[in-house]
């Protein structure tokens, strides 16, 4: 399978808009062709103006990511209800993901209603040429039964599986990507420094790529044998927070994947 290499921009935190510019140099310079930016960074820019600074780094927006309620417009909250508004942003800036995450709580029953609008989400999402894509973390898997739902009540559904969590949730992380392979639309890479404990936590020891202990080697000669597809398939590097300096964190993060993606350092 072919495979690119992006970044995602939460490493930076908030009020991210004001810095693209040295956000995007920093990212291009580690080795990134693209970028994924959750919706609230960008909201705010116009998709071509954002689009054009971009280009002025060599980087295409890949996907962004949102979450909440997608078809209530009326309730409260920075991303809820925008659904629409967030496809024809992504179309006009040439991005063809879109990440959700969010569903938390202690069973699939008090999910059912979220998973329904999700399945109806990606419907209304594909006609659009957006492909709609689950971000998982630890907690679907450690409440028993929801992403169990999930892959099985939303079909329509792709994932973007993250790693680190799937690591943290005590999953055999390539015995899930093999079983969901056809639903693969992005993969975000995490790194953790240690492992979880069976209980939901947000411990966030997130560390740069490969100084860590989730099998992220693993997963990319996982991926490097795949089929072949019609597009290639984004290895997305997500690390939640940094204690040193950022830009650090990037270069470390932008020298792992592209070594990922061409075998090397196995």
């Excluded at 990134?32 to 054009?52: A, M």
């Excluded at 024809?88 to 029953?109: E, H, I, K, R, V």
């Excluded at 790194?191 to 411990?203: E, I, K, L, M, R």
């Amino acid at each position: 399978m072919k495979l690119k290499c992006a970044c995602q921009t939460i490493t930076w935190g908030d009020n991210q808009a004001e810095r693209f510019d040295r956000i995007f140099a920093s990212v291009r310079q580690a080795g990134f062709e693209g970028v994924e930016i959750g919706f609230r960074h960008i909201q705010g820019v116009p998709p071509d103006r954002l689009k054009t600074q971009l280009a002025e780094h060599g980087l295409v927006l890949v996907a962004s990511h949102i979450g909440g309620n997608l078809e209530n417009a009326g309730q409260a909250g920075n991303e809820r209800g925008m659904l629409d508004d967030v496809i024809d942003y992504l179309t006009a800036a040439g991005a063809g993901l879109l990440m959700y995450s969010g569903l938390n709580a202690p069973s699939p029953q008090a999910v059912r209603g979220d998973m329904a609008m999700l399945g109806r989400a990606a419907e209304r999402a594909a006609l659009r040429g957006i492909r709609l894509l689950y971000h998982n973390h630890h907690w679907e898997f450690l409440n028993r039964g929801i992403m169990d739902a999930l892959l099985a009540d939303c079909p329509t559904l792709g994932l973007c599986p993250d790693i680190g969590w799937l690591y943290r949730a005590g999953v055999d992380v390539v015995a899930f990507l093999q079983a969901n392979a056809a639903r693969i639309g992005a993969v975000h890479f995490k790194d953790f420094a240690s492992p979880g404990d069976g209980t939901v936590s947000f411990n966030m020891d997130t560390v740069p790529l490969g100084a860590g202990k989730v099998p992220l080697r693993e997963v990319a000669a996982w991926l490097r044998a795949q089929p072949a597809r019609p597009a290639p398939l984004w290895m997305i590097a997500e690390q939640d927070r940094h204690d040193g300096n950022v830009e650090d964190a990037i270069a470390i993060n932008g020298q792992f994947l592209v070594q990922m993606q061409e075998g090397a350092g196995q």
